[in-house]
C-alpha cells in the first residue's frame, strides 16, 4: 500500500513524529538567542540620541575639550534623575580615547552597532550601552557612545540563555517526554492485541481486541482486524470441533442401546455364553467413554450453566462427601483443609466434575491418605490434591496426561482401566475458569495437582 492511498500508516507516523518532535526542540532552542537580541537589542529612543547630540555639539564648538586633562570632566555627569552617565568618544580607528582600559562590554556593543549600521541601545546584565553618534571636528570622524548602570528584569526564558547546561537537561527532558508519548501512543494498542493474544492462547475463545484498536487506520489496525478475524475462525473451528464430537457420541449411542437390547435377548432366550459376556462388558466400557465424551464436549463449549459467585467449599460439599466415603471404603483417610470463607465466580458443575475426578484419580493410587487443601493470594486461589502414591516418574508425563485419551507408559495409568479423558475433562473444565492445572511428583513419594484460579 503506498503512501499516496494510505498517509496514516506506521511509516508516516514514526517520521512525522520524530522528525516533528526533533524540529521543535530545536527549533525552540535556535530561537532563545533571536528573542534574547529582540528584547535586548533596539533602536536608539530621542532621549538617549538628543543627550548624545547636545554633547557633540558641544565638542564642535569648543574643540579644547577633546584635550586629555578636559575629556575627563564632560564623561562623566549626572542625569536629571540622578544616574551617572559615562560617556565614551572614539575616533575614526574604533580607538577609544577617554579611557585606557575599554570594557569588554563597549567593545561587543560597538561590534553589534557596527553591524547593525545604526544607533541603538543594548541592554546587558547590569548597564545599558547606546550608541553611537557620529560627528565631526576639524575634519576628522568621531562617534559617541554612552552607558547607564540600569538593570531591567529580563523575560523568564532568557534565564536558559545564560544556564546552557540547564538549557540542554531540559531540552533532553522534553524530547525524552514527547517521544515518550509518540511511542505510548504507538504501544497501547500492542499492549491490547498482547493481552488478546495470550487470553487466546490460554483458552479464552471470546477474546477479541478492543474496538478502538480495530477502528485505527493504520498497520496496527489492520493487524487487529486480522486478529479478531483469526480469533473467530478459531472459536468457530474449536466449537465445531466440540460439537461433532458431542454428535458423533450421540450418534454411537443408538446402535450401542441396540447392541445391549439384543444382548438382554439373547439372554432371555437362554443363549448366554462367555462371548455375549464379554461383549456386554466391552458395550459397558463403550457407553461410560461415550458419556465422558459428552461431559468434556459440554465441559469445552460451556453450554451447560453460566458463573456465579459461590463459596468454594460449598460448591465441591458433595463431591467432597462422597469422596471421603469412598476413601474410607478403602481404608484410606481424605483430609479437607478448605476455608469455607473463599468465594470465587465459577462454573459449578464443570469445577465439582474436575475435582471429583482428581480425587479419584488421587484415592486410587494413594497408600494411605489423601490432602486436599486451599491457599488464597492476592492474584489466585490456589486447590492443591496430594496423594501418597508412587507419583509419575516420567517428568514429559507430567504435562501430557491433561491431554485427551493420553496414556503414559508408567504403571499408574495402565491400571486405571480409564480411557485418558478424567484428567483432560478437569483441564477443561479449569480452563474454562481461565485458571490454570498442574502435576507435579513430591518427596519421598506421591502426587500433587494445583489448580489455580484467578480471584
Not at 543627550?51 to 579644547?64: C, E, G, H, Y
Not at 577609544?96 to 545604526?118: H, I, Q, W, Y
Request: glycine share 6%; with cysteine.
Amino acid at each position: 500500500m503506498s503512501l499516496r492511498k494510505n498517509p496514516n500508516n506506521i511509516f508516516v507516523k514514526l517520521l512525522l513524529g520524530f522528525w516533528l518532535c526533533s524540529s521543535l526542540i530545536i527549533a525552540l532552542i535556535g530561537m532563545m538567542p533571536l528573542l534574547q537580541q529582540n528584547h535586548d537589542q533596539t533602536e536608539l529612543p530621542p532621549h538617549l540620541e538628543n543627550m548624545l547630540s547636545k554633547l557633540a555639539q558641544r565638542i564642535i564648538d569648543s574643540p579644547q575639550v577633546l584635550q586629555p586633562d578636559s575629556m575627563k570632566r564632560w564623561s562623566r555627569f549626572k542625569e536629571k534623575d540622578g544616574r551617572p552617565v559615562r560617556l565614551y568618544l572614539v575616533d575614526e580607528n574604533s580607538n577609544v580615547l577617554n579611557t585606557r582600559k575599554p570594557s569588554r562590554a563597549l567593545r561587543r556593543f560597538m561590534l553589534m552597532a557596527d553591524e547593525a549600521g545604526k544607533p541603538i541601545k543594548h541592554q546587558f546584565r547590569d548597564e545599558l550601552l547606546f550608541g553611537p553618534y557620529e560627528f565631526k571636528v576639524r575634519g576628522k570622524q568621531y562617534a559617541l557612545y554612552g552607558r547607564l548602570p540600569e538593570h531591567h528584569p529580563r523575560p523568564w526564558f532568557l534565564f536558559f540563555i545564560d544556564n546552557k547546561i540547564i538549557t540542554l537537561s531540559i531540552a533532553i527532558l522534553l524530547s525524552g517526554l514527547l517521544c515518550g508519548l509518540f511511542a505510548w501512543h504507538l504501544g497501547k494498542p500492542l499492549r491490547s492485541l498482547k493481552r488478546s493474544a495470550d487470553a487466546l492462547a490460554n483458552g479464552d475463545l471470546s477474546s477479541r481486541v478492543d474496538s478502538a484498536t480495530a477502528k485505527r487506520n493504520d498497520e496496527i489496525g489492520q493487524l487487529a482486524l486480522a486478529f479478531n478475524g483469526m480469533a473467530d475462525s478459531v472459536e468457530d473451528m474449536v466449537k465445531s470441533q466440540q460439537r461433532l464430537i458431542s454428535d458423533i457420541s450421540h450418534e454411537l449411542r443408538t446402535p450401542l442401546t441396540r447392541l445391549k437390547l439384543s444382548l438382554a435377548l439373547s439372554r432371555k432366550k437362554g443363549q448366554e455364553t462367555q462371548e455375549t459376556q464379554r461383549i456386554e462388558y466391552e458395550a459397558d466400557q463403550l457407553e461410560q467413554m461415550i458419556a465422558e465424551l459428552l461431559e468434556l464436549s459440554r465441559v469445552k463449549l460451556n453450554a451447560s450453566e453460566s458463573k456465579r459467585n459461590l463459596e468454594l467449599a460449598e460448591a465441591l460439599s458433595q463431591v467432597l462427601d462422597d469422596a471421603d466415603f469412598e476413601a474410607q471404603q478403602q481404608n484410606k483417610q481424605l483430609h479437607i483443609d478448605i476455608d469455607e470463607s473463599i468465594r470465587v465466580p465459577l462454573y459449578p458443575k464443570p469445577l465439582s466434575r474436575a475435582v471429583e475426578n482428581l480425587l479419584r484419580n488421587a484415592i486410587r493410587y494413594a497408600q494411605s491418605q489423601i490432602i486436599i487443601r486451599t491457599s488464597v493470594t492476592d492474584e489466585l486461589i490456589k486447590l492443591e490434591i496430594i496423594d501418597d502414591g508412587p507419583g509419575i516418574p516420567d517428568a514429559g508425563d507430567l504435562e501430557a496426561i491433561f491431554k485427551p485419551f493420553y496414556r503414559p507408559q508408567s504403571a499408574r495409568d495402565r491400571e486405571s482401566g480409564g480411557w485418558g479423558l478424567g484428567l483432560a475433562i478437569a483441564e477443561a473444565a479449569v480452563t474454562a475458569h481461565q485458571g490454570q492445572i498442574a502435576a507435579g511428583n513430591i518427596e519421598p513419594h506421591g502426587l500433587i495437582v494445583t489448580i489455580s484460579l484467578p480471584r
